[in-house]
């Protein structure tokens, strides 16, 4: 199976600071990168496709980038809705795997 | 589009999972998604278990695939999974949740879950 590793575990932000979270494939999938938001005690919530595409709906403070193994998921401007844990997903190749999440906290 | 997981939130070790998930807002038997299932233990990561198509072929993850059965009711516009010899790794919370495969692949959206717990 593919690993999918976050980076960082966790961080401690402020309403209005740009958080970036990373996450690595252990090998190339090209851009067949999802991300997810789960809120505590929440199912996840789809959040982008295609490395940088976002789904509807999502606002446009996200924003996604990379390719093959190294990818990024950027929120420009931290709202009170958004703490909560992200996952990567890749469905390069079966199984998709996800990432060990990154939970984003109140500073 | 929604999605209700239901089941019994406790098995004893070896026995049977059996889990539903109704849906409304869309046909199980469509041919335009699948329909998967994903798991999480509590305070860790995700897991996808495998899915279903509308036509019932089904993909599961190789890891469970020797213990796991998916299957479309259409009748009651419900899938369910079956997972065999369960032991307490096999506590979680249990997802069902529409799949998007077309040229990316995507879960969306997500039933609330349920909770299943292994133990005598």
């Known amino acids: 199976d593919i690993q999918m590793t976050q980076d960082p575990s966790s961080l401690s932000a402020s309403v209005g600071d740009r958080v970036t979270i990373t996450c690595r494939a252990s090998e190339t999938i090209n851009d067949h990168l999802n991300w997810y938001q789960q809120r505590p005690g929440k199912a996840p919530k789809f959040l982008m496709y295609?490395?940088?595409r976002l789904h509807s709906g999502v606002p446009s403070r996200f924003s996604g980038s990379g390719s093959g193994t190294d990818f990024t998921l950027t929120i420009s401007s931290l709202q009170p809705e958004d703490f909560a844990t992200y996952y990567c997903?890749?469905?390069?190749?079966?199984?998709?795997?996800f990432g060990q999440g990154t939970k984003v906290e109140v500073k | 589009v929604q999605l209700q997981e239901s089941g019994p939130g406790l098995v004893k070790p070896l026995q049977t999972l059996s889990l539903t998930c109704s849906v409304s807002g869309e046909s199980v038997s469509s041919r335009s998604y699948y329909w998967s299932w994903i798991r999480q233990p509590a305070g860790k990561g995700l897991e996808w278990i495998g899915r279903i198509y509308g036509s019932g072929t089904t993909s599961y993850n190789p890891s469970l695939k020797s213990r796991v059965t998916m299957s479309l009711d259409t009748s009651k516009n419900q899938l369910s999974l079956k997972m065999t010899s369960v032991t307490a790794a096999d506590t979680a919370v249990y997802y069902c949740?529409?799949?998007?495969?077309?040229?990316?692949?995507?879960?969306?959206?997500w039933g609330p879950g349920t909770q299943v717990s292994v133990s005598s």
């Open positions: 295609g490395a940088s």
């Open positions: 949740a529409r799949n998007v495969l077309r040229s990316f692949d995507w879960l969306d959206p």
């Open positions: 997903q890749q469905t390069y190749i079966s199984p998709g795997t």
